[in-house]
Every structure is written in structure tokens, then in C-alpha cells.
């Protein structure tokens, strides 16, 4: 099951209490005080760790505590430390304060280790408080109690590239053609109801991560379908490609203006990110003019369709790509608008070097 958000609360160790003891040996007269100090709470940490994928081990817990600290011991002995409470997490995890919404630690990388909470520290024993008055001394501390705080998880899957399209536009047979991912696909709208990600391979030593979300349709910013809970986890890819469904009976234009209004409500800086898009389903189109919908679409947005072709582009189909390749580029506009087809294969490879080079380009 993919959780990719859980809320439960949080407490480090409680320290041991001191001891109140007295040393007692033969051949030794008034030996005197001699309690041990009481041992540390434990603390809570969290880890990064690259063999877990979601959140789903905290999923119906609600309390998780560390180990209280032990009672010291005569003869001077300190009481053991509680154990640390080692929450291991995902990259991409957002550790955030549910009562001030507060991101407490963002956890990106292999091995990141967050100390969250301290356990309390161990009172100390009678022989701390043994002096020319008293000799012999009765009390001994308490150990100071833990922290408990109320989190939140929330899980932000890390990609180079986010896909975004309304349901059913081919976004799930895209990243299955193009990297290893194995997504279900099915002739009907969100069939993609998790974030899945994919490895897409170029050669032997380049590579780059794509991520697919479920659909985005009119108003997921505000809740509708199943967006707004998922387009969290492109806030952290570098680069998007719009999907639009050449065959769709919405406008092209209209897809891309209603996805990219969606992305702006929900984050102003998602919606700055560099972009390209792609007319997917090419092989179905079943209208007049393929060449000239393509070319009205790049038109509308108040480009020209590009004869140059730098990326290996199918030179059957118009398409735009800008003019600078290994230079900065408008980031105001799409890198390249390229039609393409998952079945056929047309433009697939042309298209996964493009990305890779947009990705170079943006870092």
C-alpha cells in the first residue's frame, strides 16, 4: 500500500531517578553515600533509508515513545540509557510540526539523520549532595521527563522529470515505453491512482528519474479528483512535461491553459519550473489534419514551428523546440513541443534525449 502521509505523536525517554543508597562493606566504617545517577531517556531520530519507498510501517500508529532511562544503582552505578527511537523514513520526507505546521526537517538524501527530541536527562544519586553538614544525605533526584511533540510525515517523491495531463491522455504508457516502470494501463480516466516512478535509461552512464501522478482535471487544486493530493510529489522535479491528449475531445489549447492555472493555484513556484510538452496519441487521431492541429496549437501559443532538428525529432509532424540547445533558454516557454506516439514508438527516443538535455540545462 502507498501512504505517502501519516500524523501520530512522539515522545523521547524519561530519565531515570537517582539512587539513595549507602555503601555497606565490611572493614569499611561509614562508608557513606554512594547512589549512582539514573540513566538518560532515550532520544527520537529520524533516518533516510533508500530501501523504503513510503510511509505505510506508521499507518495506524498513534503513539511511538522511546525507551526511559534507568534507576541508578549503589555503589556508584549509573542506571542505563534508554534506547534512541530510530524512525526511518524515505527520501523526500518532510518531518513537520502538526500543531504550527512548522517543517521541522526536509530529508532528501541517502543516510540524512535528524535528531528530533532529546530524552530527559538522569536526576542524580545521593552522593552528589554529601557535604560538611550532611554527611549523610536521604534524597536523590527525579529524572527530567521527555519531549513529546505532534508530527506529520508527508512524503514528496524526488524526480527529474513530473508528468502532468488530465486523466486517460497516455502519461502511464509514456513512462511505461520509455522507462521500467509498470504502471496499469487501462482504457478509462485515473487509472493511475498512486505517484509511480520510473528509470529512464540513455546509454550505459546516463539516466534521469520520471514521475506520473494521477490525473489532474478542472478545480484539483481545490480538491476535485485526485490532484490536489498528489501533485505534491512533482514539487520537487526539476523539470515537467505536459501531457495533452491530441485526441481528447477538449480543446489542445484549453488542456494546457486549465493544467498550468492548476499548477499556479497550487504552487507559484511549480508553475515556474522548466517545461516542454507533448501531444501524445498521435497514432489515433482520427480528425482532418493532424499536421495542421499540431501546427495551430504551436501557433496559439505564439510560437513557430522549428525547422531545425537538432534532437533527431520525426520530421513528418511539425513540432518547436527552441533555437538555443546548449545555451540558457527562455524558461517562459516550452523547451520543445514534440508529437509523439507511445505505440508506435514515434519521437519516444527523440524525446527522452530532449528531456535529458532540458534537465542538463536546468540545474
Given at each position: 500500500?502507498f ?67 534507568k ?81 506529520r ?82 514539487e ?23 493544467l498550468?492555472?492548476?499548477l ?11 517545461y ?43 513540432y ?40 542538463t540545462?536546468?540545474?
Amino acid at each position: 500500500m502507498f501512504i505517502d502521509s501519516v500524523k501520530f505523536s512522539v515522545s523521547s525517554g524519561k530519565g531515570g531517578q537517582g539512587c539513595a543508597a549507602f555503601r555497606r562493606e565490611k572493614f569499611v566504617v561509614k562508608g557513606g553515600p554512594d547512589g549512582g545517577d539514573g540513566g538518560k531517556g532515550g532520544d527520537v531520530c529520524f533516518v533516510v533509508d533508500n530501501n523504503t519507498d513510503t510511509l505505510s510501517w506508521y499507518k495506524g500508529k498513534h503513539k511511538l515513545k522511546a525507551d526511559n532511562g534507568k534507576p541508578g544503582l549503589g555503589s556508584r552505578c549509573t542506571g542505563k540509557s534508554g534506547e534512541t527511537l530510530v524512525l526511518v523514513v524515505p527520501p523526500g520526507t518532510q518531518v513537520i510540526n502538526d500543531d504550527t505546521d512548522e517543517v521541522i526537517a526536509d530529508l532528501l538524501e541517502e543516510g540524512d539523520k535528524k535528531l528530533l527530541l532529546e530524552g530527559g536527562k538522569g536526576g542524580l544519586g545521593n552522593t552528589h549532595f554529601k557535604n560538611s553538614r550532611n554527611q549523610r544525605p536521604t534524597y536523590f533526584q527525579p529524572g527530567l521527563p521527555g519531549e513529546t511533540m505532534n508530527l506529520r510525515l508527508e512524503l514528496k517523491l524526488i524526480a527529474d522529470v513530473g508528468l502532468v495531463g488530465y486523466p486517460n491522455v497516455g502519461k502511464s504508457t509514456l513512462i511505461s515505453t520509455t522507462s521500467n516502470a509498470t504502471p496499469e494501463v487501462a482504457n478509462y480516466e485515473f487509472t493511475t491512482l498512486t505517484p509511480k516512478l520510473g528509470v529512464v535509461e540513455l546509454g550505459d552512464f546516463n539516466s534521469f528519474v520520471m514521475a506520473d501522478i494521477p490525473g489532474i482535471i478542472d478545480g484539483a487544486s481545490e480538491g476535485k479528483g485526485l490532484g490536489l493530493e498528489f501533485l505534491r510529489h512533482i514539487e520537487r522535479t526539476k523539470t515537467l512535461l505536459f501531457t495533452i491528449d491530441i485526441t481528447n475531445y477538449r480543446n489542445t489549447l484549453d488542456q494546457f491553459n486549465v493544467l498550468k492555472e492548476e499548477l499556479e493555484k497550487f504552487s507559484s513556484d511549480l508553475s515556474k519550473r522548466n517545461y516542454a510538452i507533448a501531444l501524445t496519441k498521435t497514432d489515433a487521431y482520427y480528425g482532418e489534419d493532424l499536421s495542421a492541429d499540431i501546427t495551430n496549437f504551436i501557433n496559439e501559443l505564439g510560437l513557430e514551428v522549428t525547422k531545425s532538428n537538432e534532437f533527431g525529432f520525426d520530421k513528418k509532424l511539425p513540432y518547436y523546440v527552441q533555437d538555443t540547445v546548449y545555451e540558457k533558454f527562455d524558461k517562459s516557454k516550452p523547451f520543445f513541443i514534440l508529437p509523439i506516439s507511445s505505440v508506435t514508438h514515434n519521437n519516444i527516443n527523440a524525446l527522452k534525449f530532449a528531456l535529458h538535455n532540458l534537465i542538463t540545462q536546468g540545474k
